[in-house]
């Protein structure tokens, strides 16, 4: 069974410094990896599709990477901004997917 | 419509009711899911509907939960004699296409249930 790990839980910024948020799944037979923002009682928003053939992925200030042998992925965020607060989650896709628990973003104004 | 909806938004009801919660996918895309968000939890898988094919149920927790959906577009996901710890968030997804070529994944805003 897949098992879908993110480091840290939770992460608290000033403005304008750069995120790194963790991603470590346990089988790395893969079709891709999506990256996934949540904002408090809402549904949840794609950011970033990654294939299992890419090792990393761009849109405007987010940068995704996949080391699929090693079961990780990282979402880099530059110059964090208060509006980036949120709860950022990973998905694995082997067919189905598999959500880790997410890592919830504040960003100190 | 131009993204995934829910309905409804919001359910209270006693426990031991049914209840049924509805997923309006995007147009044409022919992935379907279900998941269930407990407060502070990570998101639960429950079932994937994949045109049509039979449906992958390896979620649902117990034989109470069950699924349909019809025509390939809309699905129903129904709670039978709920209990208390049903109460969640029951979000739905789509996705043009489902397996290898998953893409990208859209989801409705949820139906919060509170079982009483």
């Known amino acids: 069974k897949q098992e879908v790990t993110q480091i840290p839980a939770a992460l608290s910024v000033p403005e304008g410094e750069n995120l790194v948020l963790n991603c470590s799944f346990t089988?790395?037979?893969?079709?891709?990896l999506q990256w996934f923002r949540q904002d408090p009682g809402k549904g949840l928003t794609s950011l970033l599709l990654?294939?299992?053939?890419?090792r990393e992925q761009t849109s405007g200030r987010l940068n995704a990477s996949l080391d699929k042998s090693s079961g990780r992925s990282t979402l880099y965020i530059a110059a964090s901004q208060p509006g980036d607060s949120a709860t950022y989650l990973c998905?694995?896709?082997?067919?189905?997917?598999?959500f880790g628990a997410g890592t919830t973003v504040t960003v100190r104004a | 419509g131009a993204g995934v909806s829910q309905s409804p938004s919001n359910k209270v009801t006693e426990k031991g009711k049914d209840v049924e919660l509805r997923c309006d996918p995007i147009?044409?895309?022919?992935?379907l899911y279900w998941y269930r968000q407990s407060l502070g939890q990570g998101l639960e898988f429950l079932i994937y509907?994949?045109?049509?094919?039979?449906?992958?149920k390896s979620g649902l927790p117990s034989d109470r939960f069950s699924a349909e959906r019809t025509g390939g577009s809309v699905s129903t996901l129904t709670i039978q004699r709920t209990q208390q710890e049903d109460s969640a968030v029951y979000l739905c997804?789509?996705?043009?296409?489902?397996?290898?070529?998953?893409?990208?994944?859209?989801f409705g805003e949820g139906s919060r249930l509170t079982v009483l």
């Open positions: 997804a789509s996705s043009l296409s489902g397996g290898p070529n998953t893409g990208e994944l859209f």
């Open positions: 089988d790395s037979a893969i079709y891709n």
């Open positions: 147009s044409g895309h022919t992935a």
């Open positions: 998905a694995v896709n082997d067919y189905k997917l598999s």
């Open positions: 990654i294939q299992s053939s890419q």
């Open positions: 509907f994949q045109g049509n094919s039979a449906p992958d």
